[in-house]
């Protein structure tokens, strides 16, 4: 008996885009003016100016920690920033401060709620009525 060899399925070839058909070629992306980071500003306010004007503007009473300046300081550049921290860190002044700086500007604050944390808060829903 003569067998022929299993040939391998293989992927579909996809066609290509043939150009000619269309009235315009693709668009093309404008080349950057700069050798910098596109999107992110550059600010000449430096950490320890971030942190002395936010304690202006909020009237604290209290120092503002590094690592609280430096996120607002980033943030404010452009960068996308991700904080996790617990309950009592301060988070909250990251997000009065960088309010508090631009007042034209929105702060968008998301907030994860761990799943070992929904009895808990179920159990405030349920006491509050």
């Known amino acids: 008996m003569n067998h022929s060899p299993i040939e391998v399925p293989r992927t579909p070839r996809r066609p290509r885009p043939n150009y000619r058909n ?10 950057p003016s700069s050798a910098a980071l596109q999107g992110l500003n550059n600010r000449s306010e430096t950490v320890k100016d971030v942190k002395e004007r936010v304690t202006k ?3 604290l009473y209290f120092a503002m920690d590094d690592w609280q300046a430096q996120m607002i300081h980033r943030i404010r550049q452009g ?6 921290a ?44």
């Open 22 to 31: 269309y009235d315009q070629t693709p668009r093309k992306h404008k080349t």
């Open 57 to 59: 503007r909020l009237k």
């Open 79 to 84: 960068y996308d920033s991700i904080l996790i």
């Open 86 to 129: 617990g309950t009592g860190y301060g988070k909250s002044l990251i997000f009065q401060g960088l309010a508090a700086l631009d007042l034209r500007k929105t702060v968008e604050i998301r907030c994860i709620v761990a799943r070992t944390r929904l009895p808990r808060v179920r159990d405030m829903r349920d006491n509050s009525a």
